[in-house]
C-alpha cells in the first residue's frame, strides 16, 4: 500500500510502500477517494509548525469508504462513506457536552492512537500519523470520520473535512457574521476562498477580498467577493477603510500571519471584531494597539471554524447539492499520489485554489 512520507522537515515528500495494521477497539480503516491538498500539510513540511515524531505519514483533509471496522464500533460499517474530522469527537467531555465537540478533550493531538501506538510500519519500525489520508488506505479513530450520504461524491466531498468547515465554520459558527455586515478576507488561498463563501452564507453586504496574487483575488470573485484588494499595489488597512467608510465589522485573517492579523484588526471599525483563523507559527506572539482594544474592538481566534461536525458535515454537503455552496469551483487540479510534491509546488507558487490528490490504480 502507498503512502506518503515526512522523514525530515524541508525536504521533499516520499511515496513509498508502508504496511498498515487492521484497526483495533474502536477504530476503523478508511479505504480513501480523494485527499485535499492544504496549507496545513505544508506548515509540517516547512517548520511553521512542529513534527513531534518522524516518519510521519502525511495528510488530514480526506474523504472515503469503510473497508471494515474494530471490535465495539456499531455507528460505522464497511460501505460507509465518510468524510475525516480534523477533531475525534468522544462526546461525554466538557466541550462535547455543551456542543464544542472541536475542541473535545478526550482526544490529544499527539502523533499516535490514544493507547500510544501506531497502525503504520516499515520493516518492523513505527510510522507516525494522525489522518494519513495521504495514503491509499488509514485507520482512525471512529470517532474522527463522520458517514455522509453516498450519492455525494467523495473526491469532492473530502474538501469539507477541512478547508470548507474551516473557513465557513470562522464566520457562521465562530463569529456569527450578522446579515448586511461588512467583510474583509485577510488570505485568499483555499481557506481564505471559504471564509469568503461563509460571507456569502451570512448575507454579508460587502465583501472585500485581499491577497497579493490576481490569480486569488479571481477566485474570491468567483466565491462572492464583491471588492478587491491587491496588497502589493495598495496599502490594505487604508483601501479596507475607504470602501467600508471607517472599518469593516468583520475581518478575517487566513494565512497564519502575527504581521498580518495586526493589519486585519486595524482595518475594522471601533465595535468590530477581528477572528484569527490561519495556524500561527510555533511560538509566535501576537500583538494589537491596547488603545483600539479598549474601543470594543473584539479579537478573537478559532480551531477549525468551531466545528460540529456530525452537525455541520451534512448541512454542507445539502448546500453543494442545492447548489449554494461552491466545490467544483475550488478545485484548480486532480492529481495522482505519485504528485504530491508538484501540488505543494502549484500551491506555493499561487497557481491552485485545491489540489485533490486521487487513488485510482
Not at 459558527?173 to 481564505?192: D, H, I, L, M, Q
Request: aromatic letters at 8%.
Amino acid at each position: 500500500m502507498k503512502a506518503v512520507v515526512l522523514y525530515e522537515q524541508s525536504t521533499p515528500l516520499v511515496v513509498e510502500e508502508i504496511y498498515l495494521e487492521d484497526p483495533r477497539a474502536g477504530e476503523v480503516r478508511v479505504k480513501l477517494a480523494g485527499a485535499g491538498v492544504c496549507h496545513s500539510d505544508y506548515h509540517l513540511m516547512d517548520g511553521h509548525m512542529t513534527v513531534p515524531r518522524l516518519p510521519f505519514v502525511m495528510g488530514h483533509e480526506g474523504a472515503g469508504t469503510i473497508l471494515n471496522v474494530g471490535v465495539g464500533v456499531t455507528s460505522l460499517a464497511p460501505g460507509d462513506h465518510v468524510i475525516f474530522s480534523l477533531a475525534g469527537q468522544c462526546g461525554h467531555c466538557r466541550n462535547c457536552t455543551v456542543g464544542r465537540p472541536g475542541l473535545c478533550e478526550t482526544y490529544d493531538r499527539e502523533p499516535v492512537m490514544p493507547d500510544g501506538t501506531t497502525r503504520f510500519a516499515r520493516d518492523g519500525a513505527p510510522y507516525y500519523h494522525r489522518w494519513g489520508t495521504f495514503s491509499e488506505e488509514t485507520v482512525v479513530l471512529a470517532d474522527s470520520v463522520v458517514k455522509v450520504r453516498a450519492d455525494m461524491p467523495l473526491e469532492k466531498a473530502c474538501l469539507i473535512g477541512c478547508g470548507v468547515m474551516t473557513g465557513v465554520g470562522a464566520v457562521v459558527n465562530r463569529a456569527k457574521v450578522e446579515a448586511g455586515s461588512t467583510v474583509a478576507v485577510f488570505g485568499c488561498g483555499g481557506v481564505g476562498l471559504n471564509v469568503v463563501q461563509g460571507a456569502v452564507l451570512a448575507s454579508a453586504s460587502m465583501i472585500i477580498a485581499v491577497d497579493r496574487l490576481d490569480f486569488k483575488l479571481q477566485k474570491a470573485e468567483e466565491m462572492g467577493a464583491t471588492h478587491y484588494v491587491n496588497a502589493d499595489k495598495e496599502d490594505p488597512v487604508n483601501r479596507v477603510n475607504e470602501l467600508t467608510k471607517g472599518g469593516a465589522d468583520y475581518a478575517f485573517e487566513v494565512v497564519g500571519s502575527p504581521a498580518l492579523l495586526r493589519q486585519a484588526f486595524d482595518s475594522v471599525r471601533h465595535g468590530g471584531t477581528t477572528v484569527m483563523v490561519g495556524v500561527p507559527p510555533d511560538g509566535a506572539d501576537v500583538a494589537v494597539n491596547g488603545r483600539e482594544l479598549f474601543r470594543d474592538k473584539t479579537l478573537m481566534g478559532t480551531f477549525y471554524g468551531a466545528a460540529r461536525p456530525r452537525v455541520d458535515f451534512p448541512w454542507l454537503m445539502q448546500l453543494y447539492m442545492d447548489g449554494k455552496l461552491k466545490l467544483d469551483e475550488l478545485i484548480s487540479r486532480y492529481r495522482p499520489l505519485a504528485e504530491v510534491n508538484e501540488a505543494f509546488e502549484d500551491m506555493n507558487r499561487g497557481v491552485t485554489a485545491r489540489t485533490i490528490l486521487t487513488f485510482d490504480q
